[in-house]
């Protein structure tokens, strides 16, 4: 059974457009304004009727939907008002931004909780089945541009290397319907990105692995043991993946 497969060639990666006023700025400016006290709130991701506004204002250059970052500044009386109320709070301590967890952690060197899950193509896959093989399990959303970001760097860092392996690689997508994922992974084809995904719409198996921030990688040796869980788009969070990968095939 052939869950994941090569690329033919490497697909070129999009880039976020960050945008403040309906103006591309660069990040250089963001920088500037962020210096300044100007940032009010940024946004990852928009509607795809936001997207369509933007794009008869400023051109199709703003890419896909899920790479723009919309972001807000404080007008000058805004920023004095933030300003003179922070002066007036005395004698507090902001609490640490890592007192709120993002991150549900799953135990490792425990048995991976079995499922059975259905592809895109309709045909399903039980997890207990791919026993011998190395299996990944990513975690993601069509509208997730963390997400999307990784699944352009999986097939040279991972498939690739790994193509004539006992290695799986089974993305599943969280909560969403088996059109929606069609509809984006025929977007994604027309970037190189062609590779068997499965489908979650009650986002049952997510839930099972606590898949609460995504993208979420979960790691499984090939006796079905869980050995090691990466979450979100960090630098070097898939050079990290490989190495494990590595580890565990050559056990």
């Known amino acids: 059974m052939h869950i994941s497969q ?10 976020y457009v960050t945008i403040i ?42 890419g896909d939907k899920e790479f723009i970052i919309l972001i807000a500044i404080y007008t000058e009386e805004e920023k004095r008002e933030k300003e003179n109320a922070s002066k007036t709070i005395t004698g507090t301590k902001a609490s640490p931004t890592t007192a709120v967890k993002l991150v549900l952690e799953l135990e490792l060197n425990i048995a991976a909780k079995d499922f059975t899950v259905q592809m895109l ?7 207990s089945s791919l026993k011998g093989k190395v299996v990944l399990i990513n975690f993601w959303a069509t509208w997730c541009a963390p997400c999307l970001m990784e699944f352009y ?19 599943i997508s969280k909560g969403e319907s088996r059109q929606k994922v069609a509809l984006k992974m025929e977007r994604l084809k027309k970037d190189g990105i062609h590779f068997p995904v499965a489908i979650d719409p009650k986002g049952t198996i997510s839930n099972l692995y606590l898949a609460e921030t995504i993208p979420k990688n979960v790691l499984i040796d ?13 630098e070097g969070n898939l050079d990290k993946l490989v190495l494990e990968i590595k580890q565990l095939l050559d056990k």
């Open 6 to 15: 090569a690329q033919q060639s490497p697909p070129s990666k999009p880039k």
């Open 153 to 171: 760097d999986i097939p040279a860092k991972i498939l690739e290397p790994f193509k004539n392996k006992d290695f799986v690689f089974l993305p």
């Open 121 to 127: 193509d309709g045909s399903k896959v039980k997890l």
């Open 21 to 62: 006023n309906d103006e591309i700025v660069s990040m250089d400016k963001v920088n500037e304004y962020a210096k300044q006290g100007y940032i009010k709130q940024m946004v990852k991701g928009v509607s795809e009727s936001e997207r369509t506004r933007l794009s008869k204002k400023i051109g199709d250059e703003i």
């Open 222 to 234: 090939k006796n079905g043991i869980i050995r090691y869980v990466s979450v979100g788009k960090e």
